[in-house]
């Protein structure tokens, strides 16, 4: 009688049939020593029959630094199209603009010859296909790509980008704050005395110095008087949010977002580094202020964790390095529909800020968007209007106004970038406490 058959293939049989996995005759395998690699694919033409008739001819990437000595100079994305659309698009990262730089020349053959209008795919492609789970210079890089998609499928279509996405909201626009640039008792007054006239109606500060993990009682008490003075000044009829910028331990946090809570401050914002999601569930539990994060995660699938644990109530991403509108508008969707609110940041250059608007305008769990700049205009903002022909990111009685142009809503010219020539990779700060280990600021 013949014994039942079993499986008897040896490792090394298995192997050998295993590198044949996705090859043919004629086909060939990534030379990376692995036995899975598949063939190198043309671009699949199954999208051929749905074909908007556009196709991207031409990408440029350019840094620009408005001062030489600048750690976040920006970066740039300009799409060309055989239709003479251009979209354009931002991927600064600070302290890594060469990085993304070169990262987005690498994404040059996911886009050259694509139908912009087919962003999704585009956005799939190139987070699936780099095959490692991308960080904030990949990220950077493929939201860069993304909104100059988007810019081409809007002026394709007609449409402002926010029109797409089911927008707006609100037709009055975007509501924003600025940061506070006050440091004494007069400057709050004169400052909330402008607010009032100019219908601002929330500020961001944050906390003095740095923080051991274990802090003196003098510190902690420094810190909770700098937020009670700040809400006397600025009076109770305007919003207050508190960036701790990651700087402060659980067991400092904790008691500090417990001592600040009689000021009803409209949320404190990375009380310790976002990637340590049950230190800021346990910082969370200490306090009804709500908390905010998110400004350092990438792709909806960063934001997860914080969300399905209930940890946070606010989610801060940011259009520059999430992964663009397409990750901004998952990552609000995925928060939308667990009760969190979303208030994007937005500190490095004018495109990503104007494209967050788009989004903003459109999604039903917004809250506040961020500017990092202060009521009056500083260099920068000149320099954007300067580029664009109307103030960029500048609040009219309280709310960014939303354009009706077609795409992002604005036209840019290589010549106006060309007046700030890229001056090469800045680091960010380096902050170190008394006794030289390595703080957080």
């Given at each position: ?103 987005i020349e690498d ?30 210079v990949m990220g ?178 940011d259009i520059n ?121």
């Amino acid at each position: 009688m013949s014994k039942p058959w079993r499986n008897t293939v040896h490792r090394r049989g298995f192997l050998a049939l295993g590198a044949g996995f996705g090859a043919s005759a004629g086909t060939k395998t990534r030379d990376c020593g692995c036995s899975f690699a598949p063939p190198q694919a043309a671009r699949p033409n199954a999208f051929d029959a749905l074909s908007s008739g556009v196709k991207v001819t031409g990408m440029k990437v350019f840094g620009v630094s408005l001062t030489r000595e600048s750690d976040r100079p920006y970066v740039f994305v300009k799409l060309e199209t055989n239709q003479g659309v251009v979209g354009w698009g931002e991927g600064t990262l600070e302290g890594k603009a060469g990085a993304v730089m070169a990262c987005i020349e690498d994404f040059r053959d996911f886009v050259i010859g694509a139908d912009p209008l087919q962003s999704e795919h585009i956005w799939q492609s190139m987070y699936v296909h780099s095959f490692y789970r991308a960080g904030p210079v990949m990220g950077s890089a493929i939201s860069g790509i993304d909104q100059a998609l988007w810019d081409i499928r809007g002026k394709v279509l007609g449409l402002p980008v926010y029109q797409l996405l089911g927008g707006p909201h609100d037709p009055r626009g975007v509501r924003g704050y600025y940061h506070t640039q006050a440091n004494t008792r007069e400057q709050l007054l004169a400052l909330r005395e402008t607010a009032e006239k100019l219908g601002v109606s929330c500020f961001k500060s944050g906390i003095p110095g740095q923080y051991e993990w274990i802090e003196t009682h003098a510190k902690i008490d420094r810190a909770v008087k700098s937020l009670q003075f700040l809400r006397e000044g600025l009076g109770p009829n305007i919003d207050i949010a508190i960036d701790f910028h990651a700087k402060t331990s659980p067991s400092v946090a904790q008691i500090i977002v417990k001592e600040v809570e009689p000021l009803g401050l409209l949320f404190i914002e990375e009380p310790c580094p976002p990637e340590n999601v049950s230190a800021m569930a346990k910082i969370a539990r200490h306090s009804t202020t709500p908390i905010a994060t998110g400004e350092r995660l990438v792709a909806s699938y960063g934001c997860r964790q914080l969300i399905e644990m209930g940890v946070i109530d606010i989610l801060q991403c940011d259009i520059n390095h999430v992964g663009g509108i397409t990750g901004l508008w998952k990552a609000a969707a995925l928060a939308g529909v667990s009760g969190v609110s979303m208030a994007p940041h937005a500190c490095e250059g004018p495109i990503g800020g104007l494209a967050t608007l788009h989004v903003d305008a459109a999604i039903p769990n917004f809250l506040i968007q961020e500017i990092c700049g202060g009521v009056a205009p500083s260099r920068a903002d000149k320099i954007w209007e300067e580029w664009f022909g109307f103030p960029a990111m500048r609040m009219v009685d309280g709310r960014f106004p939303l354009r009706a142009q077609p795409g992002l809503g604005f036209e840019l010219s290589e010549a106006s970038l060309a007046k700030y020539p890229f001056g090469g990779t800045r680091p960010m700060a380096r902050v170190f406490h008394e006794d030289g280990s390595v703080a957080e600021w």
